[in-house]
Structures are given as structure tokens and as C-alpha cells.
């Protein structure tokens, strides 16, 4: 006679034990990452010609979130109807689901004059260890930092800078005002793959595509870039 499992009598236990592991891993990343060693960071990987012009705020008292956002400044030059207006910097944030999951998205520079195509970049996805989260934390912050010189007004981005938040939607999912939107890479290998056929399609392709656009970005010296999305990223 086959041994019913513990899942099988009750289906909830598995869900219970990731939302509470979940729940210990992202308060251990909330320690290993205080405000000092945030601002650290921050200084470290040049917000200070950023930060010497604006606000940024460390929100970090819910448990379940964690938010590092640029601040609003006002702009020396007016809007299209000659009057001034405010920019709102671009943020970063660690947000832990009910169902155990860490959501670590990006948002732009906000304003009444310009924005982006997507409201956010999920740039990791899944279920992270404290430790996980806590060696990832520098280069998150440098994506928030390219993310606000490509989206502000007025900055003058580098043209790694410009070439990065394409780079991003290749790679990453976003969210968009009509909600969640796939990355590029699998819009591609969706199609692709629907015309070659689910399986051999995407054995073939997705290795090709992925190498095609990681030589690319290295040859542009976007090494960082890369490792985002390489495991452990």
C-alpha cells in the first residue's frame, strides 16, 4: 500500500513552511543590511553627486518590505505650460509575498514631463536566502542609480547608461500600466519556438539567444550587466 505523504494529508503544510522560512530569511536580510550599511553602499557606488542635490529615503520598519527611493526635486527649467514642477527619484524594493515569494523591483524617475515605458523592472524574481539578498544589495543599487541617470530629466547618462534598461527589458519581466509583461528574451522564445516547435525550439534557441546577447553586452563592457543574470544573480 502506497504511504500517503504529509503534503497529501494536509496540503497546506509544504505553503505554511516556505511562507514561514520566507518570513525568517527576509528578516535576517533586513539585518544584514541596517540603514549605515545601506548608506555605505550607497556612497560607495557614486549616489553622492546624486544625493548632494536630493533626498533619499531608507524605509525600512514593515517586515515585509524593504524601499531605498531617491527623493523629489524640482527641476530649473519649467514644464510645457511654463510652470515648475517636481520630480519624483527612482526607488528600489525588496517586497516579500504572502506565498513566501521576494519580488526585488526597480521603478523610474516620475514627473509630469517624461517617462518610461514601464512603470517597474522585476529585477529578481523567486525565493532568496537572507544571504542571497544581502550579496546582491550592491548591485541592485547600481541598477537603481543607471535606472534614475536614463529616466531623470536633465542627467546626461552614460551610454552604457542608455543602453541598460534595454538590456533589462530583454532580460527581465516589467510592469507596465496594463500590468505584467514578460521579458523580451521570452517574447522571442515564444515565438520562435511556437514556429520550430515547443520542444526543439527551445533546447536549440534559448542557449543561442541568451550567448548572442551576453557576447554583445560584454563586447559593450557591460560585464555587470551580465552577472545579474547569471545563477546567483
Not at 524594493?93 to 506565498?99: D, P, T
Not at 526543439?200 to 545579474?228: H, K
Request: hydrophobic share 35%.
Amino acid at each position: 500500500m502506497k504511504r500517503r505523504s504529509d503534503n497529501e494529508d494536509d496540503p497546506w503544510k509544504n505553503a505554511e513552511r516556505l511562507r514561514r522560512d520566507a518570513m525568517i530569511e527576509f528578516a535576517f536580510f533586513k539585518e544584514l543590511a541596517p540603514r549605515k550599511r545601506i548608506l555605505q553602499a550607497m556612497q560607495d557606488n557614486g549616489f553622492e553627486a546624486i544625493t548632494s542635490r536630493t533626498s533619499f529615503m531608507v524605509m525600512d520598519k514593515e517586515e515585509d518590505r524593504l524601499q531605498i527611493s531617491l527623493g523629489k526635486r524640482k527641476p530649473p527649467f519649467p514644464n510645457l505650460k511654463g510652470n515648475s514642477f517636481l520630480e519624483r527619484g527612482a526607488s528600489l524594493v525588496y517586497s516579500r509575498s504572502e506565498f513566501g515569494n521576494i519580488a526585488i523591483i526597480i521603478s523610474p524617475c516620475e514627473s509630469d514631463m517624461a517617462e518610461m515605458e514601464e512603470t517597474h523592472i522585476f529585477i529578481g524574481l523567486g525565493r532568496f536566502t537572507g544571504h542571497q539578498l544581502s550579496a546582491r544589495l550592491e548591485r541592485d543599487l547600481r541598477h537603481l542609480l543607471r535606472y534614475h541617470y536614463v529616466s531623470s530629466i536633465g542627467l546626461v547618462p552614460t551610454r552604457g547608461q542608455r543602453l541598460w534598461p534595454k538590456y533589462m527589458r530583454w532580460c527581465c519581466p516589467t510592469g507596465t500600466e496594463n500590468g505584467f509583461k514578460i521579458s523580451k528574451r521570452q517574447e522571442h522564445l515564444q515565438s520562435a519556438t511556437s514556429f520550430v516547435g515547443s520542444t526543439v525550439g527551445t533546447i536549440v534557441l534559448q542557449p543561442l539567444l541568451t550567448a548572442l546577447i551576453v557576447t554583445l553586452m560584454l563586447y559593450f563592457g557591460l560585464g555587470d550587466y551580465v552577472a545579474s543574470i547569471l545563477p546567483g544573480g
